[in-house]
T-cell receptor
Framework: DAGITQSPRYKITETGRQVTLMCHQTWSHSYMFWYRQDLGHGLRLIYYSAAADITDKGEVPDGYVVSRSKTENFPLTLESATRSQTSVYFC??????????????FGPGTRLTVT | DQQVKQNSPSLSVQEGRISILNCDYTNSMFDYFLWYKKYPAEGPTFLISISSIKDKNEDGRFTVFLNKSAKHLSLHIVPSQPGDSAVYFCAAKTPTSGTYKYIFGTGTRLKVLA
């Protein structure tokens, strides 16, 4: 089906473990984004990517790593999870101009708990 | 430094009346603004947008107004319906010179009372 999907939807992990959150989109959008949502902070940008092999830091990149070898995939890795990384993570994608293509579309989210 | 601010964490409105959600920004270089609606346990969904070269955009019950001199935008929902109860985020897009990104506000929780 067309759209943007995230996996897993729920994840519980222990402090110090490596965790990878997956994001896949079928629109061939150039841009992809990772956000975290925390109470009182809204949506904060972690990393974004303008195209395959082009990534850049957002507001809160520390402790996270991204890669984008294919246009449709944008995995987010927590190299050594900490309790402060307990959050809901959203992946999003958007286009590169033209009518309505700056509209950003979100996945359903991954709820991550670090114990 | 919060570049996009939604100063009202919550808003309650009677069904059928107008809901007005506000958003302020500090960077005059933002060139596109968007509103999103978010239900619990779901991702945000795009609602309506406006380019910085316009001052109004309308889509059905939803209208977004942009006042660039005041660096302020607002979302009007008329008439409000119980299904509109959700958290609303405004977002601003940085100019597309090279790459762009979005900056989000902290959200306003709208409750429409039946």
């Amino acid at each position: 089906d067309a759209g943007i999907t995230q996996s897993p939807r729920y994840k519980i992990t222990e402090t110090g473990r490596q965790v990878t959150l997956m994001c896949h989109q079928t629109w061939s959008h150039s841009y992809m984004f990772w956000y975290r949502q925390d109470l009182g902070h809204g949506l904060r940008l972690i990393y974004y990517s303008a195209a395959a092999d082009i990534t850049d830091k957002g507001e809160v990149p520390d402790g996270y790593v991204v890669s984008r070898s294919k246009t449709e995939n944008f995995p987010l890795t927590l190299e050594s999870a900490t309790r402060s990384q307990t959050s809901v993570y959203f992946c999003a994608s958007s286009g590169t101009g033209g009518r309505s293509s700056y509209e950003q579309y979100f996945g359903p989210g991954t709820r991550l708990t670090v114990t | 430094d919060q570049q996009v601010k939604q100063n009202s964490p919550s808003l309650s409105v009677q069904e059928g009346r107008i809901s007005i959600l506000n958003c302020d920004y500090t960077n005059s270089m933002f060139d596109y603004f968007l509103w999103y609606k978010k239900y619990p346990a779901e991702g945000p969904t795009f609602l309506i947008s406006i380019s910085s070269i316009k001052d109004k955009n309308e889509d059905g019950r939803f209208t977004v107004f942009l006042n660039k001199s005041a660096k302020h935008l607002s979302l009007h929902i008329v008439p409000s319906q119980p299904g509109d109860s959700a958290v609303y985020f405004c977002a601003a897009k940085t100019p597309t010179s090279g790459t762009y990104k979005y900056i989000f506000g902290t959200g306003t929780r709208l409750k429409v009372l039946a």
